[in-house]
């Protein structure tokens, strides 16, 4: 076990500063992601008082954009869940690197696991996002399609 000093603290507060800098970047990113759920949340409700009073062809397109919505809402949950877990795993590289830094662990494998999988998280989180901007624009098309054509 490394002693306590201010060189060993120093050198472990420099590499825990990327995955403090990680969920800061992720927390960012899950603003944007909660607001966009909101949005999608909002909008289905807007829907849902629409579809009540709607008739014909307006229904229709009033049912398409309520499924489009809710196929958005479930993708940005998952991305949610996901951006969650990865500043889960941030915070655990944080806490594997103290154990490794003044508890004497030998925590590498677990480090490196932990930030693979942290990376493979992000990417599933920004994946889903991606989806969920395509649907949006599919429900765009699908509220303008009466008046272009």
Known sequence: MESFNV???SKLMQLSVSPAVLISGVGLLLL???NRLARSIDRSRVC???LDHAEGIRREEQLEQLHILLRRAGFLR???????????LSCL???LLFLKGFGGMHAEMALVISFF???LVLMGSVAFLLVDVFLSLK???VEVSRHVR
């Not at 998952?78 to 889960?88: A, E, H, N």
């Open 7 to 9: 060189e060993s603290f």
């Open 32 to 34: 944007s992601v909660t």
């Open 48 to 50: 849902v008082k629409e």
């Open 78 to 88: 998952t991305s949610v869940c996901m951006l969650v877990g990865s500043i889960f």
């Open 93 to 95: 590289m944080i806490l």
């Open 117 to 119: 999988l942290n990376l």
């Open 139 to 141: 429900a765009l098309r």
